[in-house]
């Protein structure tokens, strides 16, 4: 069973930027598409953004859509989020999973878009 363990949240303000990082193990990294999804308070888990194994092909929410970039590092088993432009509507906790969401959910991290 692979494990997920998501990191770097936090507060900024609105227009700001932050990267977060998802450290995978349990498995074969390089053989997983990746995924970034995010939960705000009241609402169901939501598709961020996606990664395929040879990070040549990537996908997005219409929401984030040139503002935020996945990429990923199949030799530290990690994947990111760089996120520009923030807006207080990307407030929410920030999960990362198989694409498929077949594995266990890890902590997520928090971000909080605020002035």
């Known amino acids: 069973q692979v494990q997920v363990v998501e990191s770097g949240g936090g507060l900024v303000q609105p227009g700001e930027s932050l990267g977060l990082s998802c450290a995978a193990s349990g498995g074969t990294f390089s053989a997983y598409s990746m995924a970034w999804f995010r939960q705000a308070p009241g609402k169901e888990r939501e598709f961020v953004a996606s990664?395929?194994?040879?990070?040549?092909?990537?996908r997005y929410a219409d929401s984030v859509k040139g503002r935020f970039t996945i990429s990923r590092v199949n030799a530290k088993n990690t994947v990111y989020l760089q996120m520009n432009s923030l807006k207080p509507e990307d407030t929410a906790v920030y999960y990362c999973?198989?694409?498929?969401?077949?594995?266990?959910w890890g902590q997520g991290t928090q971000v909080t878009v605020s002035s």
């Open positions: 999973n198989h694409e498929t969401r077949a594995w266990d």
């Open positions: 990664i395929n194994r040879y990070a040549s092909v990537t």
